[in-house]
């Protein structure tokens, strides 16, 4: 079942929807993405094809390949494109490259290792963790290089052989492993690399937890500042447990500083594969941020253009499909819904000839659909109040100085007045110790709430060639 996520102002599915605030049309393709609660349906494609295929007819773009080509490498891509691969295929492709290579079968030396590369690029969260996979990856650069340069291919083996030095700066081919042509090989590429400008790379993403890695090597938490580096694009893999996180690819130029900043709960809320892209939200009231991401990627992707989102819901216990258009600030210019009965191709490319401006068409009426807006959910139910800490707190800090204050004017018998004295060391010992315990738990619950049930915790992570070790968390 499809959640309801707005509401239907008009109360037949055959009223016509104000036509709106006409738009300018955008001097670059407006992206299309779509928007599900929980999983996208096995169905999804089959059902928004006629959308789908409408607004990109008027421009709109609508594919993944025209979403990257419209924004770079800078979407977010999850940190598996290829659902059905393996650490171990991937290196058992390279295996199998570098033993054609050996056997002078250099035709398919170069697929094998080309196909390999393809795929730890790809699927950079199946091999981070493992630090003998960037032994592999060097392994697939040199045969490669070594590959193309016997091919004859001059460029493509010193462009294969610059990408080695970028990634493995500090681990050079040696005539040992590879041969004395291979070693001079690299050392004449390296000198060319040394007359190259340096650039800079500044990554900053909005999650303590985030683990920050470039080329599939670790470089920190959070933030990560790096500079002297040879131009080229530079695959960035961020990875905040327990999420697959995302990758994204920087061309850092000589004496230019590139720069990442990742909205994480915009980026691990939006997908980006080889089959469609959009917003996944585990939940209705997730839903309700919708409008708010779609202003900030209007700010970041279009500058000056607009977003259009639709996606399939419920609407009056039928199945039906919307669609919003929205500006640079998440207001909705444009939204309209249609339910689904069967004869569903022209409802829906009429819906698209409405988002594009054009008007509906086609004797077909859309009803006005708004969006949810964007809104903080309730506190979960059951969960303590910010105020109880405080109170815990306060009384415990109030224990304890009444307990110093009977442990004080504690007097122990004297001889004159033998019955006559102050014993309240006991109580005053007692009542501090009260104090002390409702100070620890009134701190303990507020830490608790400051960071929604999750305390910092230690951090630690090894990479090739080094390692970080934290504490991960907010105060």
Known sequence: MFALAGVITLAS??????VGVPIMRATR?????ESYVGQRPVNAGVIMAPLLDELEAHG????PESVIERIGGRAPRPGVLDKDKSAAEIAQSAETGYASYTRGRFAEAEAALESALEQVHRNPALLVLDTNNLDATFRILVSLALTQAKLGDTNGSAATMVELIRTFRNQPITRTDYGPDAEQFYRAVWKQVQTMGRGQLLITVDSEHAVIFVDGQIRGLNKVALSDLI???YRVFIQVPPTAGRQYELEVNAG???ELHVDWELDSSLWLTDLWVG???????ERARQARFAGKLVRSWGGDDFLAVVGMVQLERKPGVVGSLYDGAGNVVRSAAVTLDGTDELKLRSLAKFLAGDGAGGG?????????????PPPAAGAPSRLVPQLLVGMGAAALVAGGLLYAIDEDPGMSTPYLYRNTAPAGVAV???GIAAMGMGMGLWLWLAHKGRLPSPRFAIGHSSGFVGWSGEL
């Open 279 to 285: 917003f996944v939200f585990a939940t209705e009231a």
């Open 256 to 258: 230019q500083r590139a």
């Open 13 to 18: 599915a055959q009223s016509a929807p104000p």
């Open 364 to 376: 077909v009426r859309l009803a006005h659909y708004v969006p949810p807006s964007a809104s903080i």
């Open 231 to 233: 131009p080229g694009v």
């Open 60 to 63: 709109f773009a609508v594919r």
């Open 29 to 33: 393709p407006i992206i299309v993405l």
């Open 432 to 434: 501090g110790a009260v």
